[in-house]
């Protein structure tokens, strides 16, 4: 849902620049018949539906300061990873909007299970989907209402129908469109009614309202789609105005300003909720266009011709993107052949090593075997390497791993389901045979790395482009340890000891619920919120910090983590021990409150436990007792281990001494 919403949004929002520009044409084409400002509608209408476009070096978006992200042919103002952004920004194009809302969107928090843009989001795009709800029903049971009401019309000739009870006359029906007259038109009058009305449905008017319409209900947050609506039915209107009088003569003008005028008097608000069938609007300004309307020169007619036209494409066309014709390869990336072996899955072994062999890797390592790793997940790939020179990779004496990195995040990035990307290196130099170097790489740290999924960046080799840009202008804080530092010391999970037996179930439980052996140790630091027994179950409700650690010599590295509300059900044994039931995680995005409270409830009987879920969410809001007792659990965890002299590297680069 979030993705459409955000397609949909990216589609307004180019909609509203051209918008504009309508707007501002139809005042440059005032003198000219209003058939050409109706026209002009086109291109909205089609950037309102259509998210794709052809690229010229005549579109009109081309006076965007900063061209927004072209994904494979539509504008992209608003990233569809935006809610996993670690600082979410959007580029609408121009400068100074762009920083007015990116400084007003909120950043994520490094600790939280779900970003507050990602929540925002899911709030938005479910408002906007019940919005689209609302107004589909009240346009339908308007339109069933009209037809109600003139479902006794009487024939008077082909398509024409009357009826006592309307004020006006209209267009009414999709298939079949059919005139309604009101009892009582004068026969004077008549003629230039009906040719009003045939003229509807000879453009097809009686179509084009309806959906046109119907692109607004989607697009209903946006108050300049309401607005073009209502000038578009406007000119519609008038343009119809301006044929009659073409076909029957200005002669007509006093009389049919008279009818227009008696017509409106008369008007009922049967037809204004329904764009299915429509009847006569606007009409003090349509009286005045009739009275001054007069045959437009030739000139000024093939002049507005020429000029709409341009418009109509310059409209309609994406901006000009010089780089589409160039060949995307750059110094060591082909991002073409990266493309054509990106792959859903892990297990595609022909895709996967395509892949690892069209990234390039430093001088003196070359590639011996890769091991895929589905048996059980997280999925891994294990890239065996041969070192035979260490110049290239070595940075103040030590092994640097930043080539590997920048290579892993675009495995990741091109293979869906890899979670954990392992490059081990063989010392064949000579100098140190047979001792190992061992990379390891999860997709949570090229997330918090890069700021978002790098998936994104797969969609074509346009998009990897940018991401492979990003790497080669990034500089890597990668791990760069010595050949004694990268042999990795694997230590156990956490293990509790506390003399309150129900938190020492909590720990049990919190530990096999993130335990991921092949990732590094955890260590988890519960919130326990209340305990509630009922029959032989055990419901306790926490909020656990939980985090996962790699060792390497003296280093300590973070590997993921999260803090996670749940809800913990036991049952309880004969002989007076527990044994786990279930482990209910908070769900993420817009669902976390709601799921929350539903959890919220006794073990056995489901009745709610009030208060509880505000507790929770209350608390959410503050780790700071948390991220102390984590530290507290990891520091007694190494000591236990017999782990001396211990430096935590964080994320963030800051090390903090340990033990």
């Known amino acids: ?35 050409f400002s109706y ?79 990602q929540i925002a989001m899911g709030f938005a795009g479910s408002v906007w989907i019940a919005g689209v709800v609302l107004l589909l029903i009240y346009s339908i049971v308007s339109y069933l209402k009209v037809m109600k009401t003139v479902k006794t019309a009487t024939l008077v000739r082909d398509n024409i129908f009357e009826t006592d009870r309307i004020a006006t006359p209209f267009v009414c029906g999709l298939l079949r469109p059919k005139i309604i007259l009101p009892v009582g038109i004068g026969g004077s009058e ?45 000119d519609m209107e008038m343009s119809c105005d301006e044929s009659v009088l073409k076909k029957l003569g200005n002669d007509i003008k006093g009389s049919y300003s008279n009818s227009l005028l008696s017509l409106s008097v008369k008007r009922s608000g049967l037809l204004m909720g329904s764009p ?5 609007s606007n009409i003090k300004s349509r009286i005045k266009n009739i009275l001054a309307y007069k045959k437009p020169e030739f000139w000024v007619v093939a002049a507005a011709i020429v000029i709409t036209a341009v418009l109509i494409v310059s409209f309609t066309a994406n901006p000009k993107n010089e780089d589409v014709s160039a060949p995307i390869t750059y110094p060591e990336y082909d991002a073409e052949v990266l493309i054509a072996n990106k792959t859903p899955y892990v297990g595609n072994n022909s895709k996967v090593v395509a892949l690892i062999d069209a990234l390039p890797l430093p001088a003196g390592i070359v590639r011996g075997t890769v091991e895929l790793h589905t048996a059980n997940q997280p ?4 890239i065996n390497l041969v070192m035979t020179d260490a110049s290239d990779v070595t940075v103040q004496g030590v092994i640097s791993g930043d080539a590997f990195y920048r290579n892993s995040i675009l495995l990741f990035s091109l293979i869906d389901n890899v979670d954990i990307i392992n490059c081990k290196i063989s010392d064949n130099t000579g100098k140190y045979d047979d001792a190992s170097y061992t990379f390891t790489y999860t997709r949570e740290m090229t997330e918090r790395l890069i ?28 791990e760069r340890t010595s050949k004694d530092e990268q042999k990795e010391i694997k230590l156990p999970d956490f293990k509790a000891n506390v003399s309150d037996p129900i938190e020492q179930l909590v720990y049990d439980a919190a530990v096999k619920q993130y335990s991921r052996p092949n990732d590094g140790f955890t260590v988890v630091a519960p ?51 527990y044994t786990l039931d279930e482990y209910l995680e908070a ?65 963030t680069d800051e090390l903090v001494p340990l033990t």
Request: glycine share 6%; charged share 20%; proline share 5%.
């Open 527 to 577: 919130t326990i919120f209340g305990s509630y027994e009922e029959g032989n179950k055990l419901k306790v409700f926490v909020t656990v910090f939980n985090m996962r650690y790699r060792l390497y010599g003296k280093t300590l590295s973070e590997v993921s983590g999260g803090i996670v509300p749940a809800a913990i059900t036991f049952t309880k044994n004969a002989d007076g021990s």
């Open 190 to 234: 008549l003629p230039y009614i009906l040719a009003h009305e045939h003229t509807h449905i000879k453009r097809l008017d009686y179509l084009v309202k309806p959906f046109a319409f119907l692109a607004l209900i989607f697009h209903w947050f946006n108050p300049l789609m309401w607005l073009s609506f209502a000038l578009m039915s406007k």
């Open 276 to 280: 299915l069938a429509f009847g006569e």
């Open 39 to 117: 026209v002009l509608w086109l291109p909205v209408f089609i950037r309102l539906v259509c998210p794709f476009s052809f690229n010229s070096a005549f579109s009109f978006l081309n006076f965007l300061q900063h061209n927004p992200r072209l994904s494979s042919g539509a504008m992209e103002y608003v990233p569809y990873n935006i809610g996993f952004m670690q600082d979410p920004a959007v580029d609408v194009g121009i400068g100074s909007i762009s920083n007015a809302v990116n400084s007003s969107l909120p950043s994520a928090a490094p600790t939280a299970s779900a970003n507050p843009m």
């Open 587 to 651: 769900m993420d995005g817009s669902f976390f409150p709601k799921s929350i409270k539903e959890y919220c409830v006794m073990p056995v009987s489901k009745k709610e436990i009030r208060g509880l879920s505000d507790k929770i969410l209350d608390d959410y809001g503050d780790h700071k007792n948390r991220s102390e007792l984590l530290m507290e659990n990891l520091v007694e965890h190494l000591k236990s281990n017999d782990q001396k002299g211990i430096i935590l590297k964080r994320v």
């Open 1 to 35: 849902m979030t993705d459409l919403f955000t397609a949909v949004l990216n589609m307004s929002i180019t909609a509203s620049y051209v918008a504009l520009a309508a707007i501002a044409a139809r005042m440059l084409l005032i003198k000219a018949p209003k058939i």
């Open 451 to 478: 700021g978002e999924d790098v998936r994104s960046y797969a969609g074509s080799a346009g998009t990897l482009k940018n991401l492979i840009d990003r790497l080669n202008g990034m500089s890597f804080d990668a």
């Open 379 to 382: 999925y891994e790939i294990t």
